[in-house]
């Protein structure tokens, strides 16, 4: 096949199944192309969306961050019980709860870093700890009560969901970072070959305290603006939401192998799961079996980003 097609395989594979999927259900439902249908999509994405951009920079790094549903659920917890069980104030307590889901992420890169312990065992330990840490919070209970400036980031400005404003400010904010930054530079050149990275002078402990802190910070505000939606801090909120992230980040481009990744791609990974799960509901597709086609669906996606890179080199 020609590498210039293959090169452009690799780099809109996201993009080109985001619109397969779209085409497809446009055909099997009148309903999802309307533009009700299309804004619950964006809403209902949003909050993941701002986790998978967060993960994407882990995975370009050859990590991957498992802990950032519990961390979503344990800034969310902090957030509504300082603000109401300890009259915080709505602000500072959302603050303190992002600085706990960046202290989360930090653990995370000083055990990978100083450690030594391989991503996926030190994320899963945090995984762990956060979840207990959010039962022991909350006591396995809703934390309700919260006030108009905590709701209000799940309301909607001129019939718009402020959620998906959110997005938008943070996809722009992190492609500069990632895209356009000596960091981001850095952070490509840590997952193309960490020891050729380090002898050109990159720190990869730097880099890797910094994905890992964006990571958590993406999780935990994921984390507020779930909360500000459900109106309380829920303790099993974030169940899967790691799941999700990968998924969206791999479907999106980035590879597992490192290396490979942007935060366009992220998005448009997270809104191909979304409009998966939409259609499916649409199609009033049972549910035990839409956790199949989604995983096929994944399956299909990460086969795709290992044949094409395999071909490229």
């Not at 006030?147 to 992190?174: E, H, K, M, R, Y």
């Not at 070959?193 to 720190?203: M, V």
């Not at 649409?282 to 290992?306: H, M, T």
Request: overall charge positive.
């Amino acid at each position: 096949m020609n590498q210039k097609l293959l090169t452009f395989l690799r780099s809109n594979s996201g993009l080109l199944i985001l619109l397969f999927v779209i085409l497809l259900l446009s055909l099997l439902s009148p309903h999802f192309l309307s533009t009700r249908n299309l804004l619950t999509v964006s809403l209902q994405v949003s909050m993941i969306a701002i986790a998978a951009i967060g993960m994407t920079f882990t995975l370009i790094t050859g990590g991957v961050d498992l802990s950032v549903g519990s961390v979503a659920a344990l800034a969310g917890a902090l957030a509504a019980g300082l603000s109401t069980r300890n009259e915080l104030g709505t602000y500072p307590a959302m603050l303190l709860a992002l600085a706990a889901a960046a202290g989360v992420g930090l653990l995370n890169g000083a055990m990978i870093v100083w450690g030594r312990i391989p991503p996926f065992v030190a994320t899963l330990a945090t995984m762990a700890i956060a979840r207990g840490l959010t039962l022991v919070y909350t006591q396995a209970r809703p934390i309700s009560g919260l006030d108009g400036q905590f709701t209000f980031w799940a309301s909607d400005i001129a019939n718009f969901p402020i959620p998906i404003l959110v997005l938008l400010f943070v996809t722009v904010g992190l492609y500069i970072l990632l895209h356009r930054s000596v960091f981001g530079n850095d952070i490509f050149a840590i997952g193309g070959n960490e020891e050729t990275a380090r002898l050109a002078g990159i720190s990869p402990a730097r880099v890797k305290f910094g994905v890992y802190t964006i990571s958590g910070l993406c999780a935990g505000l994921t984390g507020l603006l779930l909360t500000a939606r459900l109106w309380s801090a829920q303790p099993n909120i974030g169940v899967g939401l790691e799941l999700d992230a990968i998924a969206a980040s791999v479907m999106g481009g980035a590879s597992l192998l490192g290396g490979a990744g942007s935060v366009p791609g992220a998005v448009i990974g997270t809104f191909i799961v979304g409009a998966v799960a939409n259609g499916l509901n649409l199609l009033e597709v049972p549910s035990y079996n839409q956790q199949v086609i989604k995983g096929l669906v994944f399956i299909v996606a990460v086969i795709l980003d290992y044949v094409l890179k395999r071909r490229l080199k």
